[in-house]
């Protein structure tokens, strides 16, 4: 029970820390991406962040995965549902300075980026078994 927890609390804690370093990066990139206001209207950069929040997601998925080593779908669904949770308070402070479908695009696609990140994990995980049974 404890590893599962400290699994998915990991998983989350990799995406948080992943996302605050991207942003760090893509504002540094771009320096103008918000108008005075805060408000982001270019639909590129929107994109930019979606597609980042998408990686983070199947990256933070895959890690969960691997710290838990069993079980890996339930305990990925667990992180997007925590991941879903976080992210409707968090879009809720954000609700006037980004348009409305950046929120249910960030929000729809963090659980199927955690569940296929666990995918991804077990899939290599059944090569690797399967490579060193074929070698021995």
Known sequence: MIRSSLSVVSGSIVWTLLWV????VIQNIIPDIARGDGRIESVSVLVLFLMTSIVLSILAGY????????KEIPHTVTLGLVQLLIGILVQMQYLDLLPIWYHALFLLFLIPGNVYGGYLRIRYKDRTCQAVVQTT
């Not at 370093?21 to 760090?24: E, F, R, S, V």
């Not at 995965?65 to 069993?70: E, F, L, Q, S, V």
Request: proline share 0%; no cysteine.
């Open 63 to 70: 890690f969960t995965a691997w710290t838990i080593g069993k």
């Open 21 to 24: 370093a991207a942003n760090g």
